[in-house]
Structures are given as C-alpha cells and as structure tokens.
C-alpha cells in the first residue's frame, strides 16, 4: 500500500481566492507528478518533477504552479482561482515503472 | 506521440458476467502497459501491469495480455461482482529518461457498472 496524500480532500472557494493543494509521500520517491481529471474523467499530467529543486510542466498548460522544497511534498498553488478551475487534482509519485496515487483533491470553484 | 484508446463505455452488467474492456496503444518505443481502477470520490489503484511483449498481468481476477503485434492490452475478467463498479483506465508509461520524463499516458476510461 503506497503511502501518498492529499488535502484537503474537497474543496468550495470563490473566485480570486488563492489555494494551495497539498501533496506528501512517506516513500522518498524522487519522481512525483500532477494530474488534472476533467468531469469527462480524462486524465491530464500538468507538472512533474525530477525531485528537489526540479519542477517542469505536463502536456496540459495549467495556470497553477508547484514547488519541490523536499523530497517528500509537492504542493500545487493557484495563485487566483477561476470556474474554468474546477476538476479533480491527483497526485502521484513514481517508483521503477509503476506510479503510486494519492486520493485527490475536488475542487470547485464557484 | 503517445496514445491510448479504450472502448467507448459505459458497460453495464449483471453480476458472474465476462467482461472485456478493450484497449489499444500506439507508442514509438517499448512502454510498459497498465490498467488502473478508480472507485467513486477516491484516487487510481494499480490494478495490473505487463512491462514487454506476451506478459500477462493479473490481479483480483483480471488479467491483460501485452499484445505487441496488435498493440493491444484488453482488460477481461471471468466473473465480475457488484463490487467491481468502478472507472477503469488503460494507460502506458515510456521509461523515464530522454524526453519521455516517465508520465502516464491514459485512456480516456470506462465506467463498468455491475447489477446484482
């Protein structure tokens, strides 16, 4: 059982507000990733990093940013949150081949 | 780049029935294939892996077959339960290194709801 997680669990904020997702892994896995799960459930990788010090962005342009301080946390920043930012947030870290994921965030901005 | 098509969902069915799910890829190297179960407000489960051609993953009851020659990786179980409802994605990962930085490409999942 892979040891990743998520808070909050759910979130409802207004518009402008700024959030941070937060992510930890007590498995000190270097690789960890960002998915964003539409409300069609497709899955969209929007950062990864390599581990400390190291972030780039995924497939999917995202307004949101990231920071990898250490090892084990990656949060996600929305700096000013928007409708269009509404969607589920997953987390992930990375061992060999196979990638471990937390229980995700829903957000919904209204 | 990289791609992975599921069939079209939702697939609705009665409990002890057989279940396909199809799945195929299209990728320029050799990715390892997997199939990842989401079950309602949580995250994705691992739910079987194959990493090179004619590997069958199996776990839970469901097994896959790496099929290199129909880039195919079909998710089939003899006898589903109520129990297995859920979202299952078909994705693929290129090893990590190059340009590939290891990310999970996935299908765009199947809803599979079984009756009692």
């Known amino acids: 059982e892979a040891d990743i997680y998520q808070t909050p669990r759910y979130l409802v904020i207004g518009t402008g507000k700024k959030i941070t997702l937060e992510c930890s892994q007590t498995m000190g896995h270097d690789k960890m990733y960002w998915y964003q799960q539409d409300p069609g459930m497709e899955l969209h990788l929007i950062h990864y990093s390599y581990g400390v010090n190291s972030t780039e962005k995924g497939d999917l342009s995202s307004e949101s940013t990231v920071s990898r301080i250490r090892t084990e946390h990656f949060p996600l920043t929305l700096e000013s949150a928007r409708p269009s930012h509404t969607s589920q947030y997953l987390c992930?870290?990375?061992?060999?081949?196979?990638?471990?994921f937390g229980p995700g965030t829903r957000l919904t901005v209204t | 780049g990289d791609s992975v098509t599921q069939m079209e969902g939702p697939v609705t069915l009665s409990e002890e029935a057989f279940l396909t799910i199809n799945c195929t890829y299209t990728?320029?190297?050799?990715?390892?294939l997997f199939w990842y179960v989401q079950y309602p407000g949580e995250g994705l489960q691992l739910l079987l892996k194959a990493t090179k051609a004619d590997d069958k993953g199996s776990n839970k009851g469901f097994e896959a077959t790496y099929r290199k020659e129909t880039t195919s990786f079909h998710l089939e179980k003899g006898s589903v339960q109520v129990s297995d409802s859920a979202v299952y994605f078909c994705a693929l990962s290129e090893r990590a290194g190059g340009t590939s930085y290891g990310k999970l490409t996935f299908g765009q999942g199947t809803i599979l709801t079984v009756h009692p």
């Open positions: 990728a320029t190297g050799y990715p390892s």
């Open positions: 992930a870290s990375r061992l060999g081949d196979e990638q471990y």
